[in-house]
T-cell receptor
Framework: AQSVTQLDSQVPVFEEAPVELRCNYSSSVSVYLFWYVQYPNQGLQLLLKYLSGSTLVKGINGFEAEFNKSQTSFHLRKPSVHISDTAEYFCAVSDPLGSSASKIIFGSGTRLSIRP | DGGITQSPKYLFRKEGQNVTLSCEQNLNHDAMYWYRQDPGQGLRLIYYSQIVNDFQKGDIAEGYSVSREKKESFPLTVTSAQKNPTAFYLC????????????FGPGTRLTVT
């Protein structure tokens, strides 16, 4: 079964500094990967997704992620964060060839806090 | 505007009572999902439905029930058998063949005392 590990439960950074949120997944022949953002007391919003093709994926709000098959990682990056990026970020994986393509497996989340 | 609505945003119940959480979507999506979110645990799948009048158990279905009588609606009932019902509940929907791209509602925070 697929699994996702987010290595940091909390990441504090200063405004305008770069940030990387780490995500590793269990190996599989094929995999779809996602990053979602959740602002306080709201639902989840899709930031970006990797289905196939280029390993560097660009998303909304200036975020990007790189799919690294050899390291089974999908780290999220932003070169300069803003106060409005304060939120919880979830990495997720789906196995398109699995017994149930309806299931997305979510990581435990990383809380990003931006300091002025 | 198309989207998913969940009501109410906050819900309080006494222990031993069943409670039903509403989820409605106007995205014309075939598939709908219910997740439970607890601090530090991410999202866990409770039930999902790929088509009207059909649904499947997710990873933590015990103590919950659902129905899918209409394409637009997928209500979740938290029964008195659910041992730890206090949580944030999220509903999502997707196109049937794009289950990897789910759209989420704003959530309902249920507190049971």
């Amino acid at each position: 079964a697929q699994s996702v590990t987010q290595l940091d439960s909390q990441v504090p950074v200063f405004e305008e500094a770069p940030v990387e949120l780490r995500c590793n997944y269990s190996s599989s022949v094929s995999v779809y990967l996602f990053w979602y953002v959740q602002y306080p007391n709201q639902g989840l919003q899709l930031l970006l997704k990797y289905l196939s093709g280029s390993t560097l994926v660009k998303g909304i709000n200036g975020f990007e992620a790189e799919f690294n098959k050899s390291q089974t990682s999908f780290h999220l990056r932003k070169p300069s964060v803003h106060i409005s990026d304060t939120a919880e970020y979830f990495c997720a994986v789906s196995d398109p060839l699995g017994s149930s393509a309806s299931k997305i497996i979510f990581g435990s989340g990383t809380r990003l806090s931006i300091r002025p | 505007d198309g989207g998913i609505t969940q009501s109410p945003k906050y819900l309080f119940r006494k222990e031993g009572q069943n409670v039903t959480l509403s989820c409605e979507q106007n995205l014309n999506h075939d598939a709908m999902y219910w997740y439970r979110q607890d601090p530090g645990q991410g999202l866990r799948l409770i039930y999902y439905s790929q088509i009207v009048n059909d649904f499947q158990k997710g990873d933590i279905a015990e103590g919950y029930s659902v129905s899918r009588e209409k394409k637009e609606s997928f209500p979740l009932t938290v029964t008195s058998a659910q041992k730890n019902p206090t949580a944030f509940y999220l509903c999502a929907s997707s196109m049937r063949d794009r289950a990897y791209e789910q759209y989420f509602g704003p959530g309902t925070r249920l507190t049971v005392t």
